[in-house]
């Protein structure tokens, strides 16, 4: 059980809640945003002082039970009750990393080369790109291990930067933590994303700032402007498939509507060729 993480995280859940959420009458004005403890207290059916306590990283263990009503309580999403669980100590489910496409998954990445498309795995191994996100990206082959880890890259290495504004960088730096932090709840205990997470926070000192924020997610639906060396911005809407079973995600990048960049990327799609990793 990790006492400070869980009582951080329920904190900042119940501040990020108002009566009105939860179906409870808006009153008068409150010093503080959020729901009091006593309100989250009975939503969860457990007593003020034991509430308490564990917001203070104090008292007794909950049960898995007393968790599972808490994050209804608090209105978790599913991928912020895997990480409430595990910071309650109660065992999560572990799930295996998917690395290989089955094929209908591999005939869907293929019929989608008239938009830049990624397929990664849930510790941000690529496992597929088409032409088209080669050219966009100026991608070359793809290699095993974390020279082609979408976290590990953008938190260590300053030219996976290079083409996204400056302005939005802050952005997509929290949405990637909040995207892993998902990973590692879902996870539990599996060695290979607390290695990842561990290695990240010893190279990046924004990885740990975010990181302790406990900000739990996986992204589906985001904007991204690309700066292209040749074509200009492009400004693009990512979209997200997540299949469940494994955590594979299609990352699908349409053109912005009322944007010039379907031209653009019509201007990019003789560039570069497709890219299948099998692991050995």
Known sequence: MDRPGLAEFLRRRRAGLSPSDVGLPETSRRRTPGLRREEVAVLAGVSTDFYARLEQARGSDPSESVVAALARALRCSPDEQDHLFRLAGVPVPPRQVGRRLDPGLRDLAARLEGVPTCVYNDLGEVLYTNALDDALHSRGELRPGRDSNVYWRWFTREESRDRVPEADRARLSAAHVSDLRA???????????????????????????????????????????????????????????????????????????????????????VIGTQHFFEPQ
Not at 187 to 212: C, H, K, N, P, Y
Not at 239 to 264: F, Y
């Open 183 to 269: 990973t590692y709840s879902r996870r539990a205990e599996d060695g290979e994303i607390t290695a990842l997470v561990e290695d990240l926070a010893v190279q990046s000192a924004e990885f740990r700032m975010l990181w302790d924020r406990h900000d739990v997610a996986v992204r589906r639906v985001d904007l991204k402007d690309v700066q292209h060396p040749t074509v200009g911005l492009i400004r693009l809407r990512c979209q997200l498939l997540v299949t469940p079973e494994t955590g594979i995600r299609v990352r699908i990048l349409l053109p912005l509507e009322g944007t010039d960049a379907a031209e653009k990327l019509d201007l990019l799609r």
